[in-house]
């Protein structure tokens, strides 16, 4: 019996061959796509999963003056370990602030080897006990208990000391204040993900920042360590939380009340912070759940509409089988035994269309890779074979259930009599089914239009500053910095050079600098957190910044050592205003010291973060801080190659013993839209697969339709109609269904563009024209999908038509 339902399924499938290839193609499609889009979902989820004691890991997150923080100040982590018995292990990581990349260096058999490298991170050295971490060389659990070690990620080891066992040997960390030298006491395995996207650790205990950091014990200064804690077995996550207010109090009151600042102290989960967490000071990039839901949506959105083709082209083409069903059902065939039948032809078609789709992400996968930013592979999955065969069961049940139930149900009676007569509500479902498929399509369409117009918007907006033509170099040791006059009248002299400077920090990374300032008529409780960098006298010039009132920096004024600018926001939130800020003093206090500062200017407001936030107060000094961070030169439109080469020359002239590099602003600025950039990619790829999957569908109802209508076209052209008569009566019916997904998919689309967009502080307003452009271009598809057959239908001679009748 089965090897007789393989041959009938095999004849069936030969037979039709048009239809059997769009079923095939528009499963591989949706298939393929569905799983790619499981595998990067599966990836995402990953993170941080793998940690031994996960559940009961919490980062201690800060609320205050209505921003959240995902770090604190220096101290919490040894209060909780103190004042908490259900608190086992806490620990800290930090990232130096301004310091992004560290400068690596090792000298051996006479040659240096040096470069820079992100992500290294300062840290306890509990750290391990709370993270699990798969060693190659060394032992995690003492990994870093000594002064100056650095534990090394495998890939970083690799590319600095390639095969060896590096433990033991000695790394040169270059800092803006110093050389230091660190021991590798071990290297982890690069095996796992997780938030902390580590490539080295470096200890606490160390000769450079060791005496900075132990003097953290100001409970109110700012958040820059990342605490952890690792709560004890059966212990209570909330009512450890409910603890932490009269904690923060009992501790760090008096200094929060002294700086007139408050806090409110949280936990969450470390297993959810890559997905879930979007707070500020985050210690790595972060995913998106929002994006996540966003695309297992719509991979299951396009398997529905493949399998919807198989559905719509077999109950389409009922007729061609019912003969079979009423032989059978005659000769005794139960209807169960018949639904068997054609739910194994469904899954066969699965299977064969498995394997084109495995063909598809195997082509696929490189490109995918490019648009997500990882390194997604199919190989060596066992995960990923659980999900193949899911799916595709899945597919094969969902394709072929209806279509199953649709023509067992057939009379044998009706069936042998020639009396078969279309079922109504088959024909309804039929359209509707099409109306969902073209309108999840139009949905993609606007979102991918919406998406990709706020990017054009982001790119395009007036940030209040001129971001084109600037060049960053990032002076990152002493050496650099001691020569940054120099440096600055070397590339001064460049013809193509406008104008060069030098700050703690420049528009579009993040602003770690911050302090409270007030009025003179008014108390530190009342004071305002601005945001500041301090800058060269030429900086505002350098960067295009406009001055309201008031003045820039000069060095001919002596006293600017104690000046300040503000931007409007600033004013604004001292009291003050354009007219009477000037020659204002406003306070601040330093280590438990009162000073004052003159506001000399007023900057109009500008983006100094990405526009996802809306403008808070800065202000620019002189001193507080390392004002040669960043060296920045404005320069004129053109060959950069060269300029570049000329900048290098100097630097290397001047910094022999530091690697030049360099980035422009503009593009570090485009940075912080980088997960926003992936997914215009990702839903464009999408929005394209699923109007292919739709059209292919909508190609072979229309073959139907031209078939099922080949004597009535015939009889119209006798009698004289049109090629263009016909043509149109054939498309109207599916330009309505168009019509129709068009309404349909307008406003839900509406509504999903404007909840996306409330993440951002200033978006683009999307205009009518839009659906209408939209709406006219699913109208040109599904019109350039059906004409092919329906201009051939119109051409066909009447005479070989009607020959027969």
């Not at 960098?533 to 309201?548: H, M, P, Q």
Request: hydrophobic letters at 45%; proline letters at 3%; a positive charge.
């Amino acid at each position: 019996m089965l090897r007789n339902y393989f041959k009938i399924a095999f004849r069936n499938l030969v037979k039709n061959k048009v239809y059997t290839g769009i079923n095939i193609f528009g499963l591989a499609l949706g298939l393929a796509t569905c799983l790619l889009i499981v595998l990067y979902i599966s990836d995402e989820y990953s993170v941080d999963k793998h940690h031994q004691f996960g559940n009961r890991i919490f980062r201690i997150a800060t609320e205050s003056s209505g921003e959240t923080w995902a770090a604190t100040a220096g101290p919490y982590a040894q209060g909780l370990k103190n004042d908490f018995p259900e608190v086992e292990v806490a620990t800290r990581i930090m990232k130096f602030p301004g310091f992004e990349d560290m400068l690596l260096r090792i000298e051996e058999n006479k040659s240096v080897k040096q470069f820079y490298e992100p992500n290294g991170f300062y840290a306890d050295s509990t750290v391990f006990e709370i993270f699990s971490y798969n060693f190659k060389y060394g032992k995690a659990k003492n990994a870093l208990n000594k002064p100056n070690t650095i534990v090394l990620s495998e890939k970083l080891a690799t590319k600095m000391f390639g095969d060896e066992n590096p433990v033991g040997k000695t790394i040169k960390i270059g800092l803006f204040f110093g050389d230091f030298n660190y021991t590798v006491s071990g290297v982890f395995k690069n095996d796992h993900k997780s938030h902390i996207n580590a490539h080295f650790f470096l200890s606490m205990q160390n000769t450079d920042l060791g005496p900075w950091i132990s003097s953290q014990k100001n409970w109110g200064n700012n958040n820059i360590f990342h605490t952890y804690v690792k709560l004890r077995e059966g212990s209570d996550a909330q009512k450890f939380e409910s603890k932490l207010p009269e904690f923060l109090n009992r501790n760090g009151g008096a200094d929060l009340k002294a700086m007139g600042i408050t806090k409110q102290l949280f936990i969450q989960p470390v297993p959810d912070i890559y997905l879930k967490s979007d707070l500020g000071g985050e210690i790595s990039p972060n995913g998106s759940m929002t994006y996540l839901y966003i695309f297992g949506m719509i991979a299951a959105l396009l398997l529905l509409i493949a399998c919807i083709n198989f559905m719509n082209l077999s109950t389409a083409r009922s007729e061609k089988r019912a003969k079979e069903v009423g032989v059978r059902k005659a000769m005794g065939a139960f209807k169960i035994s018949l639904v068997y039948q054609f739910l194994g032809e469904s899954m066969a078609m699965s299977v064969l269309a498995l394997f084109l789709s495995l063909l598809f992400i195997q082509v696929s996968i490189p490109y995918f890779n490019y648009l997500t930013g990882k390194n997604l592979t199919i190989n060596g999955n066992l995960n990923f074979v659980g999900w193949i065969v899911g799916i595709t069961l899945l597919t094969g049940l969902l394709s072929g259930i209806y279509p199953a139930f649709y023509l067992s149900s057939f009379r044998p009676i009706s069936v042998l009599k020639g009396s078969l007569v279309n079922n109504i509500s088959a024909s309804v479902l039929r359209k509707g089914l099409v109306v969902f498929q073209f309108t999840v399509s139009i949905i993609l369409i606007l979102g991918a239009v919406a998406i990709w117009k706020q990017l054009s918007f982001l790119q395009t907006q007036n940030l209040g500053f001129s971001k084109n033509q600037k060049i960053i170099i990032p002076l990152k040791t002493p050496q650099s910095q001691n020569n940054f006059a120099a440096l600055k009248n070397e590339i001064e002299r460049n013809f193509g050079v406008i104008s060069a400077s030098g700050g703690s920090s420049y528009p579009g990374i993040q602003s770690v600098e911050d302090l409270l300032f007030y009025p003179e008529s008014k108390s530190v409780n009342e004071a305002v957190d601005i945001h500041f960098a301090a800058v060269e006298n030429d900086y505002t010039e350098t960067l295009g910044l406009k001055i309201l009132s008031g003045r820039t920096f000069s060095k001919q004024f002596t006293a600017d050592s104690n000046s300040i600018i503000l931007n409007e926001a600033a004013v604004k939130e001292l009291g003050f205003n354009l007219q009477n800020a000037l020659g204002k003093k406003i306070f601040y206090e330093l280590q438990n010291i009162r000073k004052s500062m003159t506001i000399v200017g007023v900057v109009k407001n500008f983006n100094f973060e990405s526009l996802h936030n809306a403008i808070k107060p800065y202000a620019f000094t002189t001193k507080i801080a390392n004002k040669h961070q960043y060296f920045i030169a404005s320069v004129q439109p053109g060959d950069y190659s060269k300029l570049l080469e000329t900048f290098q020359e100097s630097w290397k002239r001047l910094n022999p013993d530091t690697p030049f590099s360099y980035s422009f602003l503009d593009q570090d600025f485009q940075k912080n839209y980088d997960k926003e950039q992936r997914t215009a990619h990702i839903v464009i790829y999408f929005t394209f697969i699923a109007i292919v999957i739709a059209c292919l569908g909508l190609f072979g109802l229309a073959i139907f339709s031209a078939e099922q209508r080949n004597k009535e076209i015939g009889i119209r052209k006798v009698l004289g109609a049109s090629i263009l008569s016909i043509v149109g009566l054939l498309s109207k019916e599916f330009l309505l269904l168009i019509l129709f997904a068009i309404l349909i998919a307008t406003p839900l689309a509406w509504y999903g563009m404007n909840r996306w967009l409330q993440d951002f502080a200033y978006k683009v307003n999307i205009e009518w024209w839009v659906f209408a452009l939209t709406g006219l271009l699913a109208i040109s598809i599904a019109l350039l999908t059906i004409s092919f057959q329906s201009i051939k239908a119109a051409l066909m001679n009447p005479v070989k038509i009607l020959k027969s009748e």
